[in-house]
């Protein structure tokens, strides 16, 4: 059992951290998901704009720390590509 009032609130803070990055990156699963679908049916508006929402979404991840910025870099440039 933890018994340090710092280490009791670094486990808190741990938490919340976890379930944020755990939100973001579904979020982000989302969004590609969403895309790559509207690149298959071939809708070039719907798939510019869900792509568009992928780079700001990652952009913001990486901002935040929670991926690296080569990972964004390289999901969007296959996203870029199949489109």
């Known amino acids: 059992m933890i018994k340090h009032s710092s280490a009791v ?6 938490l919340k951290k976890r379930s944020r990055n755990i939100e973001t990156k579904s979020r982000l699963r989302t969004l590609i998901k969403r895309a790559r679908q509207a690149i298959d049916a ?7 704009n869900q792509i568009r929402a992928v780079d700001k979404a990652l952009g913001k991840a990486v901002s935040k720390g929670i991926i690296k ?3 964004a870099s390289r999901w ?7 489109a």
């Open 9 to 14: 609130k670094r486990h808190r803070q741990s």
């Open 42 to 48: 071939k809708n070039q508006e719907s798939a510019a």
């Open 69 to 71: 910025g080569n990972t």
């Open 76 to 82: 969007l440039s296959r996203l870029a590509r199949s």
